[in-house]
């Protein structure tokens, strides 16, 4: 009876562990940061507080101080893509989104980056701008 | 004589008024033109930073941080087997101010493991501050610091009331006591023996007139001592004296005020100095070359400690502290010191960057601080790589000693940044600079050019190439027929082995038949910007072009395929440290990634098993570095270029007289090259390959090889794989399963990839 009642009690145990471990893996975690390194990931969120802001030069300059560490993460070129495009900055906006891509095989950075160079193209039409359709015609064919 | 005396009054009243104008405009204005200064780049410290201890406490010093015990102020540093513990300075950065604080670092081998702050929480980055390494000064080569009456330390003051004007706060610009005292001397000694000067004179002295001494001169002296007074107070008068006084020479650059001296003598700035040297710096205000305490030292020691006796007699400091002051050596250090001789050639391209956004009078003068990126540790290790190597090879080659020359470019290969330059074998020679101006035949150098037009026009690394004997007439121009270096033509080769192994019939026939304009047009497209000949030599770099200008090409390799600026300067303040301007990364794409692709490895090759594969013994294969050597017609120029991941080195060795040096780009250049890169914690190459880049086996004749032994495997754009088989290969199926296997692989590769 005390035998039962044991392994009754160490079912539930395994049972609740289980169903524990089921609740974490449910709930995904959020994307991975963008770097391993601390001070890379603060100076992200630095840069991105700069660009909402409106102040580009400071938020370009952490993202440039972040890549002299880490100049083979692709994200951080991608972030930087956005800021020359939030200055108005087309031309380098797609030339860092295409760093960027050339980069990574991650097809969720990449869409980002068809995203923003898109963004940079239809308002590059509007500015006149020719390096940007020269550069889009290379790297991504007609849009 | 009444008029007489009237003119005479008249004369007086209206130079006095002149002098009036003349010391207030002087005190008001712009009182110096103060020089741009140029700095290092900071240096971001962070957890899991590549850097060994030894590398970090060089760092230290030539900032002039001081080793202790135990770090309890700024500029302070204390550093056990694992551990350096620093007292950071605090510095305006363009990006915000640092304050000054504790850090704690644990390295470990080369990399830094730990970062705490001073109570010990973890610390995810800390920035060691830039150091200032020269400055673009004004005509007459007067170079300052400015400093803050404020932040001027107290017994600086106090040495200067002691020796040099006692009563300063008393007086009214003159001091008739000291002026009896030093006539009497002088009368008695039969000439000029003392001065009597006070601080305001002596501030009128330098601020306008010359040192001959003339009764008229004197006159005009007091005078305007007396206007100085009538205008300014007390402490404006010191603050000026101290940013004024003349207290040493570098080079043909004269040391004004003390705040410059502090770094000039100390290498440390006036708020971290002792009383010792302190009382040092004040010792020379009465003759910088008399005293000069690396010259003569003992006559300099006596007149600091006189300065120290004064101090303590006038109740400044007390006994005990003077006499421990006295006992101090005289702390004055060579290494890290400030000096305008530093590095001219990294500064000749900082000015000629700048001078495209600022006017040379206005670099001259508005007291700029400008931030670049040079790196102090790797421009040491280019000076001496070069003065060692070329020394060496001299004597290695029977040629005469000095004979040698090289220039030397260092950049990061994401950012275009210079970190290093040697314009010449003497570091602190101000003269000419070869890295910027030599324009010199490149050899070899340009060959990569010729191979990846061919690429864009849709050859591969397995093309077959024609390297028997060619002959080319031009009109007007003698007959060419280029030859190989070992006077063989190899019959049919791959394109990969003619770029590997330098072959030069084989490139100049694939530059004919591809077009010479086209590979022309590429270099300028890469980032030459003015016009060069296209000759049909062209492709064996029969064309002069400068160390800077093939630096710039082989950027867009190292970086892949960016055309990426070289730059110089990251950011200018003024003269407050306000930002003022900066300069960006900007890149575009210039090379598709997947002919760099297969460039890259065709470079990599020329490491792995060609003409640079001597530099195998010298660093392991997993680097994967990539290069090229050049040697032009009789031995003339020796250069070589080539990549690791995060910098790229192009070096150039010839003779300034253009004689045969002997050396090939492999047994000259390259050798210094390969010091350099050993220095410099160099990553492998990671140039990551698009999707759509196809690996497959070939034999030595361009042919699919899948399975066949000796078959080296190598990437190809779509559409341009061979489609002949080797006897030995197991035809399409087995080429299709390399090909498949190969792109499993990447995919593996690349989920671990950010």
């Not at chain 2, 330059?421 to 010199?440: H, I, S, Y």
């Not at chain 2, 010091?675 to 410099?680: A, G, H, N, P, T």
């Amino acid at each position: 009876m005390r035998i039962k009642i044991l392994s009754g009690l160490g079912l539930a145990l395994v049972t609740l562990v289980v169903l524990a471990s089921c609740t974490t893996t449910a709930s995904r975690p959020e994307r991975q940061p963008i770097s391993d390194q601390a001070a890379v990931v603060n100076w992200v969120d630095s840069a991105r507080h700069f660009r909402d802001r409106k102040q580009f030069d400071q938020a370009a300059v952490i993202l440039e101080r972040a890549l002299r560490i880490e100049p083979g993460n692709a994200r951080l070129w991608h972030e930087l893509a956005r800021v020359h495009l939030d200055q108005g900055n087309f031309d380098q906006a797609i030339q860092f989104a295409t760093k960027s891509n050339a980069l990574t095989r991650d097809n969720e950075l990449k869409t980002s980056n068809r995203r923003l160079v898109n963004a940079a193209q239809s308002r590059c039409t509007t500015t006149s701008l020719s390096s940007c359709r020269k550069v889009i015609q290379n790297q991504y064919g007609r849009p | 004589m009444r008029l007489f005396a009237v003119l005479a009054f008249f004369a007086l009243a209206g130079y006095t008024v002149y002098l009036d104008i003349t010391v207030r405009d002087k005190l008001e204005g712009s009182r110096w033109a103060i020089p741009s200064h140029i700095y290092s780049r900071p240096l971001d410290i962070f957890p899991g930073m590549v850097i060994t201890r030894p590398e970090l406490v060089g760092e230290l010093k030539q900032l002039g941080y001081r080793a202790v015990a135990h770090p309890d102020s700024p500029g302070t540093f204390a550093q056990s087997k694992y551990r350096v513990r620093i007292y950071l300075r605090g510095f305006t950065f363009w990006d915000g101010s640092s304050e000054p604080r504790i850090i704690d670092l644990r390295i470990e081998g080369n990399v830094v493991t730990a970062l705490h702050d001073a109570h010990g929480n973890p610390s995810d980055s800390a920035r060691l501050e830039p150091r200032l390494f020269g400055s673009i000064s004004p005509g007459h080569h007067e170079d300052r610091a400015l400093v803050r009456l404020e932040d001027v330390p107290q017994d600086l003051v106090h040495a200067l009331l002691a020796v040099e004007d006692r009563a300063f706060y008393k007086h009214f610009g003159i001091d008739p006591r000291g002026l009896a005292r030093a006539m009497w001397a002088n009368l008695s000694a039969g000439g000029v023996v003392q001065g009597g000067s006070t601080l305001t004179q002596q501030l009128a002295k330098n601020f306008f007139l010359t040192q001959e001494r003339t009764i008229q001169r004197k006159l005009t002296e007091m005078l305007m001592a007396l206007l100085l007074e009538l205008h300014y107070e007390k402490d404006e008068i010191l603050e000026a004296y101290i940013n004024e006084v003349y207290l040493g020479q570098s080079g043909n650059r004269a040391i004004h005020g003390f705040g410059l001296a502090s770094l000039f003598y100390f290498a440390r700035p006036l708020d971290e100095l002792n009383l010792s040297e302190l009382a040092l710096l004040t010792a020379l205000v009465k003759g910088a070359s008399y005293y000069n305490p690396f010259r003569s030292p003992e006559r300099a020691k006596t007149r600091r400690n006189l300065v120290l006796g004064n101090m303590v007699e006038l109740g400044y400091v007390d006994s005990t502290a003077a006499a421990e002051a006295r006992k101090a050596p005289l702390g004055v250090t060579r290494k890290g010191r400030y000096s305008s001789t530093e590095h001219p050639a990294y500064l000749d391209f900082v000015r000629l960057q700048l001078r495209r956004d600022y006017q040379e009078d206005g670099l001259r003068k508005a007291g700029l601080h400008i931030i670049t990126a040079l790196d102090p540790r790797i421009q040491g290790v280019v000076e001496k790589s070069v003065g060692q190597r070329l020394s060496a090879i001299e004597k290695q080659k029977n040629l005469p000693e000095g004979s040698l020359q090289s220039a030397v470019l260092v950049v990061r290969t994401d950012n275009g940044e210079v970190v290093a330059l040697a314009g010449g074998r003497a570091p602190r020679f101000a003269g000419f600079n070869r890295a910027l101006e030599a324009e010199r035949p490149v050899g070899s150098l340009i060959k990569p050019l010729v191979f990846l037009a061919a690429l864009e026009r849709g050859y591969s690394l397995a093309s077959m190439l024609d390297d028997g004997p060619l002959v080319v007439e031009q009109a007007g121009a003698p007959v060419w027929k280029p030859q190989n270096y070992d006077g063989t033509s190899h019959g049919s080769v791959r394109l990969i082995d003619a770029l590997s192994y330098s072959y030069n019939i084989a490139t100049a026939r694939l530059g004919l038949e591809i077009g010479i304009d086209r590979v022309v047009r590429l270099l300028r497209r890469l980032g030459l910007n003015r016009e060069v000949s296209g000759y049909p030599s062209f492709s064996l770099g029969a064309v002069n072009l400068t160390p800077l200008e093939m630096t710039q090409m082989y950027l867009a390799f190292a970086s892949g395929g960016f055309l990426i600026p070289l730059r110089t300067t990251r950011s200018v303040l003024n003269q407050d440290m306000q930002p003022l301007a900066r300069y960006p990364l900007s890149l575009e794409q210039v090379i598709e990634g997947e002919q760099m692709t297969v460039l890259n490895a065709g470079l990599q090759s020329v490491v792995a098993k060609g003409t640079a594969r001597s530099l195998n013994t010298r660093f392991p294969p997993n680097l994967k570095l990539a290069g090229k050597t050049g040697t032009t017609n009789g031995y003339r120029d020796s250069w070589f270029a080539g990549y690791g991941g995060n910098y790229l080195a192009v070096v150039w060795v010839g003779r300034d007289d253009n004689k045969p040096t002997g050396l090939t780009g492999a047994s000259g250049a390259m050798q210094i090259w390969g010091d350099i890169m050993k220095e410099v914690h160099i990553q492998p190459v990671d140039l990551p390959a698009p999707a759509s880049i196809e690996y497959v086996q070939i034999d030595q004749y361009g042919q699919l090889a899948t399975g066949c032994s000796g078959a080296q495997t190598l990437p190809f754009v779509p559409g341009t794989m061979p489609d002949r088989y080797a006897s030995c290969a197991s035809v399409k199926k087995r080429r299709d399963k390399s090909a498949k296997k190969q792109s499993w692989l990447e995919k593996l590769f690349d989920t671990n990839r950010k």
